[in-house]
């Protein structure tokens, strides 16, 4: 018998690779969680009022916040949902809830960054449909009137470029012509597709296109190689103003300049903080 390849725990019989893998697995957990605990812990304050996004670091957070609350290691803290799901998991995890019209200040935004570009404090938010599509107007409305941004990552998401797709929400049932001005602008350097409401479909979205509860759809820029404009390497700001400029255009996934600082989730190194002296006046 070859003990060499296998390894044994509780009477079961495991190959090594399939142990390293549910290590791994929980290293990344463990990360995850720990990343969540410490933005709690070092920026949110007893009677604040804090705004969350959505992603699972984002939920953990919340999470975590309703057991300090529960243990009366926070006091008087309220969340203000920027999305559907962070109403859900405040609700469930007993942190009371309010609005950025009614909260006279909100001192602290938490949100989970898809990717992160530290040399140009640069983020993508909303290329991710699952579990939920992104709500990016009411992230802009909160990144307006919030003191702090803090955004959570997970390590493998800190790169050197962003390089992923780009969501662009565009206002009413007339998508087409703001598309074809996405197509233009962008043509030889990405493709544009239309979100569909779930799953894969073709670049028009499919016979079940995504439509926000606000009448918005979501046109992804899929860039063929890293963020280009007209033919060659632009800066994001560049990149932002192009788009914001085409007529029909509500907002962008590029979050730019906007966070004070960066709470990395890291299996190998543990909870990195990048933390920024000044954040840029975010774009629209």
């Known amino acids: 018998m070859q003990l060499s390849r296998t390894h044994c725990t509780h009477g ?5 690779s399939s142990t390293r893998l549910l ?3 929980a ?7 720990a990343a969540a605990e410490a933005a709690v812990d070092k920026y949110v304050t ?3 009022a804090v705004a969350f996004g959505n992603g699972e670091l984002v939920n953990q957070a919340i999470a975590y916040l309703g057991a300090c609350l529960m243990h009366k290691k926070l006091e008087n803290v309220v969340a203000v949902p920027v999305s559907s799901a962070a109403a859900h998991e405040a609700a469930y995890h007993g942190v009371p809830l309010t609005t ?3 909260a006279k200040q909100v001192s602290l935004l938490l949100e989970q960054a898809d990717q992160y570009d530290e040399s140009a404090n640069a983020a993508l938010k909303g290329i991710r449909a699952e579990p939920q599509q992104p709500e990016l107007p009411r992230l802009r409305q909160a990144l307006g009137s919030v003191q702090k941004v803090v955004l959570l990552a997970e390590s493998q998401d800190i790169v050197p470029q962003l390089c992923a797709s780009l969501p662009v929400f565009i206002d009413g049932s007339q998508w087409e012509e703001p598309a074809e001005a996405l197509d233009d602008l962008f043509l030889g350097d990405a493709e544009i597709w239309r979100r569909p409401a779930s799953g894969v479909a073709n670049p028009r979205g499919g016979d079940n296109p995504y439509m926000s509860p606000d009448g918005h759809n979501i046109v992804d820029v899929r860039f063929y190689e890293g963020m280009k404009l007209f033919g060659e390497d ?3 700001d560049q990149i932002a103003q192009e ?5 029909g255009v509500v907002t962008h996934g590029l979050l730019l300049g906007v966070a004070d600082a960066v709470v990395v989730a890291d299996p190998q190194q543990g909870v990195r903080v990048l933390e920024h002296k000044a954040a840029a006046a975010p774009s629209s």
């Open 100 to 102: 950025v019209e009614d």
């Open 46 to 48: 007893s009677n604040s």
């Open 243 to 247: 788009i914001e400029q085409i007529e």
């Open 27 to 33: 290293a990344a957990a463990d990360s995850k969680r």
């Open 234 to 236: 632009a800066k994001y």
């Open 23 to 25: 290590v791994r697995a």
């Open 12 to 16: 079961i019989v495991r190959p090594r």
